[in-house]
């Protein structure tokens, strides 16, 4: 990938991937994923990957590597180019990126190709659930001593992160907090990224934090917001205690792969986009 390719990179995940989230501007979404991307083409060039069909990016994929942990981050193929072997190709290069690392994590889709792909690396699979619906902030505690820190609680995020993952966050969280994301912190015991009522990540040292924070992140989106909670494995049942409790309604998600030498990945929710 090359800068110049930033822009078509997203086009594409745009029109296969993306989700947008409510009452969000196209310019808006746009400004934050080119800056996402742009970001891990900056940290990570040698798992910056895009293909092209006659000199038009339509594929993309990018990983990253944080403290010797492997992580990809982004995957799209153009519909024209699906089945071709397009995207195995792609997603061979982000591998062979990580090949010297101790640990591998991949957050996936529910397409079926993108999971048998994940799937031949031999990493084991932890199925997902996802929970989203308006909470019921009535059944909410009082969540007044979790604080919103920005760049003064990324100290906290990224300790958190190194216990919890096997590498901290530090590095990748100050972009999505300046497109719109919020750092919330319960005193040193947890921390959670959110974009307005939906998590992007939440980490903690001990459950009571970790359910507790949760709950701030809905209590903040405010009354009749919708909240999204993706990628639920195995191991964080904490927090499908609080979405039920909440009232939100859960359904199948895509599956996590993960092996190597982690951390226990508990209490914790990861990011799609830095896992």
């Known amino acids: 990938m090359r800068d110049e390719d930033v822009v078509d990179a997203d086009r594409v995940c745009a029109e296969v991937l993306y989700t ?90 529910t397409n079926p190709q993108a999971m048998a792909t994940y799937a ?15 909470p019921d902030l009535e059944r909410a505690p009082d969540v007044d001593d979790v604080v919103e820190a920005g760049e003064a609680g990324l100290e906290v995020a990224d300790a958190i992160g190194r216990e919890l993952r096997g590498a901290g966050h530090g590095r990748d969280l100050p ?13 040193d015991r947890a921390f959670a990224v959110a974009r307005g009522s939906n998590l992007i990540m939440l980490g903690a040292r001990d459950v ?12 903040t989106g405010g009354p009749g917001a919708t909240v999204n909670v993706d990628f639920l494995t195995a191991g964080q049942d904490w927090a499908l205690r609080v979405c039920l409790d909440a009232r939100l309604s859960l359904s199948p998600d895509g599956p996590m792969f993960a092996g190597g030498t982690l951390g226990p990945l508990a209490p914790y929710i990861p990011s799609g986009a830095y896992l």
């Open 120 to 134: 031949h690396t031999g990493l084991p699979i932890r199925p997902c659930v996802a929970a989203a619906g308006i």
């Open 20 to 109: 947008t989230f409510d009452g969000e501007r196209e310019v808006v979404r746009a400004a934050r994923q080119h800056a996402r991307i742009r970001h891990l083409l900056s940290t990570d060039p040698g798992g910056s990957w895009v293909a092209e069909s006659d000199g038009r990016v339509e594929g993309v994929g990018l990983a990253l590597i944080r403290e010797g942990v492997w992580g990809f981050s982004l995957f799209g193929v153009a519909e024209s180019l699906q089945g071709r072997g397009v995207g195995r190709e792609l997603f061979a290069r982000c591998w062979a990126y990580g090949e010297g690392a101790r640990a591998h994590l991949i957050l996936s889709s």
């Open 175 to 187: 972009v999505p907090m300046a497109h719109g994301a919020r750092l919330l912190v319960f005193e």
């Open 208 to 219: 009571p934090a970790a359910q507790h924070t949760l709950w701030a992140v809905f209590a």
